[in-house]
């Protein structure tokens, strides 16, 4: 997500704090079957874990570069709230709920003049569903492979990233760019809900 709001941040450098979202995104995801990456690295849960760590660095990355270009002050940071809930949409996936609330941090934006804040909320869902389109293509090309369920498990990944980014509430990537640019965030999440919602 990219944020202007005010949260809790924990300040700490700024690859650390994105090492940690990494493996929290993956566990809010996948929750306790993470664990089966010992077992099985090149399996769906090695996927996922690749996923959010491509996925998710690209999705932050993006919102941050596109900041700057802007001319703002952009940093990732992770955020209390966020990363608590993060960590328990995990413990809720390891019983079987559908649904994953994957927000460890944002992106901090300070801007001193103008900036179109749609085209950095857009900028890493995005990279999201390029990557989920890449990975969902490849995965239908593999066929019933040794490829196949990591393929799946790096699509999933990045396509719940976008999905879940572009829903149309505050402060969610989707809020912002809904608001400014409608056709854009409809095409934007209906490429993520079919990434998100079927199979290769």
Wanted: proline share 5%; with cysteine; net charge positive.
């Amino acid at each position: 997500m990219a944020l202007t709001v005010r949260d809790r941040p924990i300040y700490t450098d700024e690859w650390k704090a994105l090492l940690v979202a990494v493996f929290s995104v993956a566990f809010g995801f996948a929750g306790i079957g993470l664990l089966n990456v010992a077992y099985h690295p090149l399996g769906f849960s090695g996927g996922v874990l690749a996923g959010a760590l491509v996925g998710f660095l690209a999705h932050e990355l993006a919102h941050r570069e596109t900041a700057r270009r802007q001319g703002c002050i952009a940093g990732f940071v992770l955020s209390q709230f966020g990363l608590a809930l993060t960590l328990a949409s995990g413990v809720l996936r390891s019983i079987g709920v559908p649904f994953a609330i994957l927000s460890p941090g944002y992106v901090s934006i300070y801007c001193s003049g103008f900036a179109r804040d749609d085209y950095v909320a857009a900028a890493g869902p995005a990279a999201n569903v390029a990557l989920a389109a890449a990975a969902w293509i490849a995965a239908r090309l593999a066929g019933h492979t040794w490829a196949y369920p990591f393929l799946v498990g790096f699509a999933a990944m990045n396509a719940w990233l976008a999905f879940f980014n572009l829903l149309p509430f505050s402060p969610l990537d989707g809020s912002k760019i809904v608001q400014r640019s409608p056709l854009a965030w409809l095409v934007l999440i209906a490429l993520a809900s079919v990434f998100a919602f079927t199979n290769p």
